[in-house]
C-alpha cells in the first residue's frame, strides 16, 4: 500500500503560481517514476507531467511545457509540481500517484494508488 497528501492548491489569479506537493509513505518511494494528473468538473482524468524514479527524465503534457516544472526529492518522499503562468483552463483537482513499471508515463491507466488531491482555481 502507500498513501499520498496532495497539498499547495488554492485559488490565484490567472498569471500567477502555486507549487503543489504529493508526500508519499508505505513504498519506497525512490523507486517509482510519480506522475501529477488533473481532473476537472465533468472531464476526464489527464495527464500533467510525470518524472522518473531519479528525477533525470521528465515529460509534460503539451498543455503545461513550459509553464509547470515537476520536481523530486527523494529523501523527503516527496513530489513537487511547480506552476507558472496559470491559465483559468488549469482549473482543476491536482492528484498524483506511482506509475507502473514499464508502463507509458502519458497513460492514466498506468498509474494506481491515488491521493485525494489538491484543488487549484484560477480566477480571470
Known amino acids: 500500500q502507500v498513501q499520498l497528501v496532495e497539498s499547495g492548491g488554492g485559488l490565484v489569479q490567472a498569471g500567477g503560481s502555486l507549487r503543489l506537493s504529493c508526500a508519499a509513505s508505505?513504498?519506497?518511494?525512490?523507486?517509482?517514476?510519480m506522475g501529477w494528473f488533473r481532473q476537472a468538473p465533468g472531464k476526464e482524468r489527464e495527464f500533467v507531467a510525470a518524472?522518473?524514479?531519479?528525477?533525470?527524465?521528465?515529460y509534460y503534457a503539451d498543455s503545461v511545457k513550459g509553464r509547470f516544472t515537476i520536481s523530486r526529492d527523494n529523501a523527503k518522499n516527496t513530489v513537487y509540481l511547480q506552476m507558472n503562468s496559470l491559465k483559468p483552463e488549469d482549473t482543476a483537482v491536482y492528484l498524483c500517484?506511482?506509475?507502473?513499471?514499464?508502463?507509458?508515463?502519458?497513460?492514466?491507466?498506468?498509474?494506481?494508488?491515488w491521493g485525494q488531491g489538491t484543488q487549484v482555481t484560477v480566477s480571470s
Open positions: 500517484a506511482p506509475k507502473r513499471p514499464y508502463g507509458s508515463y502519458y497513460d492514466t491507466n498506468e498509474y494506481d494508488y
Open positions: 508505505g513504498r519506497t518511494f525512490s523507486n517509482y517514476d
Open positions: 518524472i522518473s524514479w531519479s528525477g533525470v527524465n521528465t
